[in-house]
């Protein structure tokens, strides 16, 4: 998956014009996070605390992929075969044919997977259902899936805390957490704890290098949009040009903006964070916290093990009970 073939490329080149948000680039970077995590070594010791059975067994688990970023549903369908499921995959319209291209070169590798992916425009027929949506989808989806054993989930953002002694270089990383596959996915950061005080300035000049991000037209609209109606309600918040740091309780920010808020005490942050688990994905710091829900060093959350369960709800687990 890390070296795709020459038509591969081909097709990967023209896929921004089904979906602009699916650049080469970020396809490319999907891959290469994903392949870094396909080897027999991290195979095997991800699948070897479970009780895996040998073959195929005779069960079908449906699977409704999210397509806000290339192939965000792999992992799911990974842990359907690798526990010897049949997987009958519902991709989203804004797949844009990455995961078809990804499912073709899986088959040409693997033939046996013929009769064990199967492609749908609805599902039916299954045992087991694994569904990834919006808040609102969600709702759909435990009503027609409520009665199947199910794992389904909703919209979740993510966050990172900074304490003022981080580095221009950790600083930079923090950029990777931010505007990664455009700031779409739910391990990308929208909101930034910062220390009372705290010289946003640094924090800007440590994330220059993303200005390019602004040159993507989905991107830009986004920005100049939540800017007219920041200028327009007279709203405090800062911009360098390409991001806009807005002071917000709330978690999730629009496309182009980050929320930020103080503190004063590292301990209300611990306690926020825990008290909102169910709405964070993960966290990005430098420095340890006490919290229930995944921690990253800064840079490294759009960069998930194979054991970084979406929504700390184990895949794996779940299909091994339900063998």
Not at 81 to 89: D, E, H, K, S
Not at 120 to 147: C, H, M, P, Q, W
Not at 178 to 186: N, T, W
Not at 195 to 223: L, M, Q, R, V
Request: charged letters at 20%; glycine letters at 6%.
């Amino acid at each position: 998956m890390c070296n795709p073939d020459r038509d591969s490329l081909f097709r990967i080149e023209s896929i921004h014009l089904q979906n602009a948000w699916y650049t080469k680039e970020n396809i490319l970077k999907q891959f290469q996070t994903l392949g870094q995590n396909l080897t027999v070594e991290k195979l095997e010791q991800w699948t070897s605390a479970y009780p895996i059975q040998d073959g195929m067994n005779n069960k079908t688990v449906g699977l409704v992929l999210a397509g806000n970023i290339p192939l965000v549903g792999f992992h799911d369908l990974l842990s359907t075969l690798i526990t010897g499921f049949t997987a009958l995959v519902k991709l989203s319209s804004d797949d844009a044919g990455v995961s078809k291209l990804i499912i073709h070169k899986l088959l040409e590798i693997e033939p046996r997977f013929q009769q064990h992916i199967h492609l749908v425009d609805r599902l039916s027929n299954f045992d087991l259902v694994i569904a990834t949506g919006s808040n609102n989808t969600a709702r759909y989806f435990e009503y027609y899936f409520g009665k199947k054993p199910n794992i389904i989930r909703k919209n979740r953002n993510s966050v990172a805390v900074l304490t003022g002694k981080e580095s221009t270089k950790e600083l930079h990383l923090l950029g990777y957490d931010i505007f990664d596959y455009f700031g779409l996915g739910c391990r990308s950061v929208s909101k930034i704890f910062l220390p009372s005080g705290y010289n946003i300035a640094t924090f800007f000049e440590a994330i220059e290098p993303f200005k390019d991000i602004k040159d993507h037209f989905k991107y830009s609209n986004n920005y100049d949009y939540n800017k007219s109606i920041y200028l327009v309600n007279g709203d405090k918040h800062y911009d360098n040009g390409f991001l806009l740091l807005k002071e917000d309780e709330r978690i999730a920010s629009p496309l182009a903006v980050v929320y930020y808020e103080e503190y004063d005490s590292l301990s209300d942050v611990e306690s926020f964070i825990n008290n909102h688990a169910d709405q964070i994905q993960c966290v990005t710091s430098m420095t340890p916290l006490n919290i229930r829900t995944p921690q990253f060093a800064l840079g490294g959350s759009q960069c998930p093990a194979l054991n970084d369960y979406a929504d700390g709800v184990d895949t794996l687990k779940f299909l091994t009970d339900h063998q």
